[in-house]
């Protein structure tokens, strides 16, 4: 990808996010610390969620979201000759669903899982391929949320050592 690509590619999906609120139910703004083995760096995510839909007659729900992330690069020094560096920064778009269980007066529906197939910018030891699955555990309450999330290929393509983050969120409700 020519350096002019990945631009072009962030500001139509800035532009497409900005769009996104306006169906979206919460907005969340979330920043925090990602790590790959024990090397940290600093990440920023914007996800919008939309409306709930319950599964049938079960006591679980599920809620279409997308997120935009960015993991900032890092210079590690074992991996400075290598093909896929440390160094560059990292644009993750990712889209997928994010799954509750129980009534929304349960202390346990502010529990929530998350898994989003993901496109990726970078190519680094974390994260080497276009295509990455985005997994999140998390607890939400009504303007604030906290999550550990865990950016890879699923092991579909070496190097793999992934992003494994703790974001902090404060949501708008829309």
Request: proline content about 3%; aromatic content about 12%.
């Amino acid at each position: 990808m020519s350096a002019s690509k990945p631009l072009r590619f962030i500001v139509a999906i800035c532009l497409l996010l900005l769009a996104l609120p306006a169906a979206a139910t919460r907005l969340e703004l979330q920043a925090g610390r990602s790590y790959m083995r024990r090397s940290g760096t600093a990440t920023l995510f914007v996800e919008s969620v939309f409306d709930a839909h319950r599964i049938g007659d079960t006591r679980f729900s599920w809620s279409p979201d997308v997120s935009l992330g960015w993991i900032r690069g890092r210079n590690i020094g074992i991996y400075r000759h290598d093909r896929y560096g440390t160094t560059e920064d990292a644009w993750v778009l990712a889209g997928g669903v994010r799954a509750h269980y129980g009534e929304a007066g349960d202390w346990y529906h502010h529990l929530f899982a998350s898994f989003q197939p993901a496109y990726n910018t970078a190519r680094t030891q974390a994260l080497s391929t276009g295509y990455e699955f985005d997994s999140t555990l998390g607890w939400q309450e009504r303007y604030f949320s906290v999550e550990i999330r865990h950016v890879s290929n699923g092991a579909l393509h070496h190097p793999n050592h992934g992003e494994t983050m703790v974001l902090v969120g404060v949501a708008f409700h829309l």
